[in-house]
């Protein structure tokens, strides 16, 4: 899947969580950094990065307002293509609490603590805890959301959203196809999909508002033995 082995997934998986973040002026001031950084490990296939180049630079020139209503439209239109992998799985349902639980487990385990205002089934959430870990364990542990990520891909497709190509990347990095399949019609949004009141003043579901630094998502617990991954 990769042209060579990569020694180190750490900057790409941290580029596409940025990619993948509410495109404020802050974030698409960092665009040309972004491109960059997608480029130094060579985790990603030519076609794939010259897409996500096309897209930073796209978010770099693109209106402001305009910018910032995609995403809105993009992510949280609908629950096909929201960010939240849970809720493609469970929904509102009571199993999406335990589920949360267990992925907040892993994160201990790793020896980080989480601490955001977003949900820890986030995508860029859990790109940021991937790019942590070696490349071996980063793959696994995204290779075990690929039906996840392909139900994602595929919404995004389906809209014709250079979004699309991120999620691509990372169904690549975890070493699987990035192919569309059928997405099933998705009813009306209606009021009883609003987030809890928990999260009112958010612009996005689980995201910092609008011009908030993106904090950042992971601290090593000081009871963490030494010499784990960072």
Known sequence: MFKKKPESLRLTLRALAHLLSYPDAELRA????????????????TDRLAELVALCRQLATSDPMEAESRYVETFDRGRSSSLHLFEHVHGDSRDRGPAL????QTYERAGLQFSAP???????????????????????FLGEMA??????FSALVARGSPYASVIGAILEIAGQPAQAVPVPEEPEIDDSWDEPVAFDGCSTRG???????????FVRNPRAPEGAPL
């Not at 639980?101 to 907040?104: E, F, G, Q, T, Y």
């Not at 949900?119 to 071996?136: G, I, K, N, R, Y």
């Not at 995201?207 to 998502?217: C, T, Y």
């Open 207 to 217: 995201q910092a508002k609008p011009g908030q630094p993106q904090p950042l998502h």
């Open 101 to 104: 639980i267990d992925l907040l």
């Open 30 to 45: 960092e665009m040309q950094q972004l491109a960059d950084a997608l480029q130094v490990e060579q985790a990603l296939k």
């Open 118 to 140: 977003e949900l820890p089934d986030h995508l860029p959430v859990v790109l940021e805890f991937a790019s942590t870990q070696p490349p071996e364990v980063a793959c696994g």
């Open 147 to 152: 039906h996840i990520l392909t139900s994602l």
